[in-house]
Nanobody, 120 residues
Framework: QVQLVESGGGLVQAGGSLRLSCAASGRTFSNYAMGWFRQAPGKERESVARISFNGGTTYYVDSVKGRFTISRDNAKNTVYLQMNSLKPEDTAVYYC?????????????WGQGTQVTVSS
């Protein structure tokens, strides 16, 4: 099992920034790819950003490219999502997840989520 705990969400004005963190425990963190996902009310969950086990490969959904950056610190068992130039449409519950494969269609382990609200 991998336990994941997100933090850093909150309320921010459009154009502002937030940094989400996800602390992992349990199995060896560096063996897992990590992803950030989000779900807005009435919408399906979507993949926002993913990072390979060693941080060498990253993927972003088009809507956040150039604004969000995913990174990881394997020594601290933590993955981050730096979110800049936030827009109201970024409002959602953000989840981090872990899986053996960065391209997994269904990440295995999930955190409880953290709310991000962007006001216009």
């Amino acid at each position: 099992q991998v336990q994941l705990v997100e933090s850093g969400g909150g309320l921010v004005q459009a154009g502002g920034s937030l940094r989400l963190s996800c602390a992992a425990s349990g199995r060896t963190f560096s063996n897992y790819a990590m992803g950030w996902f989000r779900q807005a009310p009435g919408k399906e969950r979507e993949s926002v950003a993913r990072i390979s086990f060693n941080g060498g490969t990253t993927y972003y959904v088009d809507s956040v490219k150039g604004r969000f950056t995913i990174s990881r610190d394997n020594a601290k068992n933590t993955v981050y999502l730096q979110m800049n130039s936030l827009k109201p449409e970024d409002t959602a519950v953000y989840y981090c997840a872990a899986d053996r494969s960065v391209n997994s269609p269904a990440y295995r382990f999930w955190g409880q989520g953290t709310q991000v609200t962007v006001s216009s």
